[in-house]
């Protein structure tokens, strides 16, 4: 198996620095290229043009991967901008943390109400999770480990 080295653009909300990061690792002509020092806090308006900036310049035959970054809304507006790869940990945190993404959002699997619920975590989900375990044996799960 054959690895890649990816550059990792940088530059903060700067879009000088990122323009000269940008054409800098373009120049080295890498087998993919990954958009890093963001997703710590900034708008998501600056965060977007940020985004927006370096899918607008680096190579579009090129892997295009934005590293920790995770939230939904942020998954599809990157990935409308041109983003290719993501990672972060949020499902697990969120998950960890007692909370299960369902169609309708988020659901709080720890408030009190849960207790004693044995109804599906989504009615009419037919994913293996949600026809088998109830919100009361979720949570008991995430109970466990915290």
């Known amino acids: 198996m054959k690895q890649n080295l990816f550059g990792i653009v940088q530059g903060g909300l700067d879009f000088e620095l990122r323009k000269r990061c940008l054409l800098g ?8 290229y990954a958009i890093g020092g963001l997703a710590g806090g900034e708008s998501k308006d600056d965060f977007w043009k940020i985004v ?6 680096l190579p579009k035959d ?24 993501f990672d972060c940990v949020f499902s697990t945190r969120t998950a960890r943390f007692g909370s299960a993404f369902t169609k309708f959002g988020f659901l709080k ?12 975590i989504e009615d ?9 375990k109830t919100i009361k044996c979720i949570r008991l799960f995430t109970d466990k480990f915290k």
């Open 52 to 57: 927006n900036l370096c899918t607008d310049i």
């Open 109 to 120: 699997l720890g408030n009190a109400k849960n207790i004693k619920d044995f109804k599906p």
């Open 25 to 32: 690792l373009i120049e080295k002509d890498l087998p993919g």
């Open 124 to 132: 009419g989900c037919q994913c293996s999770v949600k026809l088998k």
């Open 62 to 85: 090129k892997p295009r991967y934005l590293m920790g970054v995770g939230y939904p809304v942020d998954l599809i507006i990157c990935s409308c901008l041109g983003v290719d790869m």
